[in-house]
C-alpha cells in the first residue's frame, strides 16, 4: 500500500473508468451498487446532481509506475458540510466505488483504506452500498468495522415496448406550482412520516423542488393522500422516482398506482427511456404497484456505514 498514490482524476483517465463501470453494470456480482451507471457520463451526472465537481470528487490511485490502478469517489451536499477545511462530525458521505482497474496490482481493502481516510478528514461517517450478488466485498466491510444497515431493492422501467396507460385513473394528480404552493406542508409532512424524515420537512421539499425535483399528489376536501417525487437526471436519458407514499387510511384505493402512472408520463415526455426507484424489499404492497405498471427488479443491495 505504501507505493499507491492518490491523486484527482483526470479526463484521460475516463476511458478505465468507464470500462469497469460497464462491467460492474453488466455483472453486479463483481462490484457496488450505487451509484450503478453504465457510463462515464451518468457518473459525472449523478455528481451534478450533488452539485459537485466530478474532477475535484473523484480520486485515482496510482501505482509506482504512475498507473492508474483503482479509483474512488464520495457524494455528499456541499451546503450541509460547509467550509471545505472544516470537519463536519454531523454529515455522512456516499462512497462512489471501489472501482478496481488492475485487481493484481492492488487489494480492495487498500482502495478502501485511502477512501475511508479521505472521508475521515470531512464528515462523521461514510456509507457504502454493496450489491447481494458480491458476498466477497461485505465480508471485506464488515471486517473493517463497518456496519451492515438496511436492504434495499432497485427496480427499473424501460420505455421501450411499454404501452402507455390507457383508461382513466381512478384518481386526478396534481403538480405543486412551486415553493409558495400551498399543499406543500401538507406533502412534506406526510412524505416526512413515511420516511422518517428527521429535519425541517417543507424546507427538505422545497431544496427538492430547487433542485429541479417535481412533485404531484393527491387530495380530497379535506387532505393530501398521497404524493410522490421524481427526478429527471441532468444529461442523462433516465429518470428516478424519488419517493411516493400514501396516507395509511387511504392504502388500497389506487392513490398509488395513479401516482405512479403520472411519474412515468412526465418522464417519459421529457425523453427518458428508463426510470429507477429503489424500495424497501419488504414491502409487498408498494412492490405489485409497481411491478404492475412495468418495474422489474434489478438488484438488491444493503447499505453500511463506518463512523469515524
Known amino acids: 500500500m505504501h507505493s499507491l498514490k492518490l491523486r484527482p482524476i483526470r479526463s484521460a483517465d475516463l476511458p478505465l473508468l468507464e470500462a469497469r463501470l460497464q462491467r460492474e453494470f453488466d455483472n453486479p456480482d463483481s462490484g457496488t451498487a450505487y451509484p450503478r451507471c453504465k457510463t ?3 457518473l459525472i451526472a449523478e455528481f451534478k446532481l450533488y452539485g459537485l465537481d466530478w474532477r475535484r470528487e473523484l480520486r485515482i490511485l496510482e501505482a509506482a509506475d504512475v498507473r492508474p490502478v483503482a479509483a474512488f469517489g464520495l457524494l455528499y451536499s456541499p451546503e450541509d458540510l460547509g467550509s ?4 463536519n462530525r454531523s454529515e455522512a458521505a456516499v462512497a462512489v466505488g471501489p472501482y478496481r482497474f488492475d485487481e493484481a496490482a492492488v487489494a480492495t481493502e487498500d482502495v478502501l483504506a485511502f477512501m475511508e481516510r479521505l472521508a475521515g478528514r470531512r464528515f462523521g461517517s461514510l456509507r457504502l452500498c454493496v450489491g447481494a450478488a458480491n458476498p466477497d466485498l461485505r465480508e471485506i466491510v464488515l471486517n473493517r468495522g463497518w456496519v451492515e444497515g438496511r436492504e434495499n431493492l432497485e427496480m427499473g422501467w424501460v420505455a421501450e415496448g411499454q404501452p402507455k396507460a390507457e383508461g382513466r385513473d381512478a ?6 406550482t412551486g415553493r409558495d404552493d400551498p399543499r406543500l406542508p401538507q406533502l412534506a409532512t406526510l412524505l416526512a412520516d413515511h420516511f422518517q424524515w428527521d429535519d425541517d420537512c417543507a424546507g427538505r421539499l422545497r431544496e427538492y423542488l430547487a ?7 393527491v387530495h380530497d376536501d379535506n387532505a393530501v393522500l398521497g ?4 427526478l429527471k437526471v441532468a444529461d442523462t436519458d433516465f429518470g428516478r422516482l424519488e419517493y411516493l407514499a400514501v396516507a ?3 392504502r388500497r384505493h389506487q392513490i398509488g398506482t395513479s401516482l405512479v402512472r403520472a411519474t412515468l408520463d412526465d418522464l417519459r415526455s421529457a ?3 428508463a426510470v429507477f426507484l429503489s424500495m424497501d424489499p419488504s414491502a409487498t ?22 463512523s469515524f
Open 84 to 87: 471545505r477545511t472544516m470537519i
Open 285 to 306: 404492497a408498494a412492490r405489485a404497484v409497481y411491478v404492475a405498471q412495468g418495474f422489474v427488479p434489478t438488484l438488491r443491495y444493503s447499505t453500511f456505514e463506518l
Open 171 to 176: 384518481w386526478t394528480v396534481h403538480r405543486l
Open 271 to 273: 425523453g427518458c427511456s
Open 211 to 217: 433542485e429541479g425535483y417535481h412533485a404531484g399528489y
Open 40 to 42: 462515464t457520463g451518468e
Open 227 to 230: 404524493a410522490a417525487v421524481w
Open 248 to 250: 395509511p387510511e387511504a
